[in-house]
T-cell receptor
Framework: GENVEQHPSTLSVQEGDSAVIKCTYS??????FPWYKQELGKRPQLIID?????GEKKDQRIAVTLNKTAKHFSLHITETQPEDSAVYFC?????????????FGKGTSLLVTP | NAGVTQTPKFQVLKTGQSMTLQCAQD?????MYWYRQDPGMGLRLIYY???????DKGEVPNGYNVSRLNKREFSLRLESAAPSQTSVYFC??????????????FGSGTRLTVV
């Protein structure tokens, strides 16, 4: 099955700095790559996603890049704020052939210090 | 519009007991999923149902069974609970791309402890 690896497992940055989280996937049939944010004790929530026909997508301070050839994708958060502190998960899906099921990375715990 | 509703929120079981985790969505989504979340392990797929009447195994199906009762409801059953099944369980639902906003809607989770 699909294997999604995520690095780093923990990341600490100062407020205002940028944060980058990287993921790799194993199955070239994967075509959808979302990122989820999970605050302590809460459910994961989608923050941004990208499809395999797009190389980059941006939404305000958050951007995601995809390199299909290398099978890796990254989350970039600029001008970080303390409320960005959370666990971030990347995921990959093969779409309809796998029931749109997502395979998740193990998560990155981001701490933004004032 | 409640989204995805999971019950119960908390449960303590003794080893060998059985229980069913309930999940219902009111968004008319076709696909529903059960994940377990353990520290440092991310979210691992237990079972999924791509549409009413179908279910498929995910990454960690052993010790679990599921029922897609109708389009709204997807339940997860532990027949004989084991301490290794202590976890937080999330149900999620989804609609395919091209039908508006895409992405999982997660329930609030069930924190299960097996002693």
């Amino acid at each position: 099955g699909e294997n999604v690896e995520q690095h780093p497992s923990t990341l600490s940055v100062q407020e205002g700095d940028s944060a980058v989280i990287k993921c790799t996937y194993s199955d070239s049939a994967s075509n959808y790559f979302p990122w989820y944010k999970q605050e302590l004790g809460k459910r994961p929530q989608l923050i941004i996603d990208i499809r395999s026909n797009v190389g980059e997508k941006k939404d305000q301070r958050i951007a995601v890049t995809l390199n299909k050839t290398a099978k890796h994708f990254s989350l970039h958060i600029t001008e970080t704020q303390p409320e960005d502190s959370a666990v971030y998960f990347c995921a990959a899906s093969k779409g309809a052939s796998a029931g749109y099921a997502l395979n998740f990375g193990k998560g990155t715990s981001l701490l933004v210090t004032p | 519009n409640a989204g995805v509703t999971q019950t119960p929120k908390f449960q303590v079981l003794k080893t060998g007991q059985s229980m069913t985790l309930q999940c219902a969505q009111d968004m008319n989504h076709n696909s529903m999923y059960w994940y377990r979340q353990d520290p440092g392990m991310g979210l691992r797929l237990i079972y999924y149902s791509a549409s009413e009447g179908t279910t498929d195994k995910g990454e960690v199906p052993n010790g679990y069974n599921v029922s897609r009762l109708n389009k709204r409801e997807f339940s997860l059953r532990l027949e004989s609970a084991a301490p290794s099944q202590t976890s937080v369980y999330f149900c999620a639902s989804d609609k395919p791309p091209g039908q508006g906003d895409y992405g999982y809607t997660f329930g609030s989770g069930t924190r299960l402890t097996v002693v």
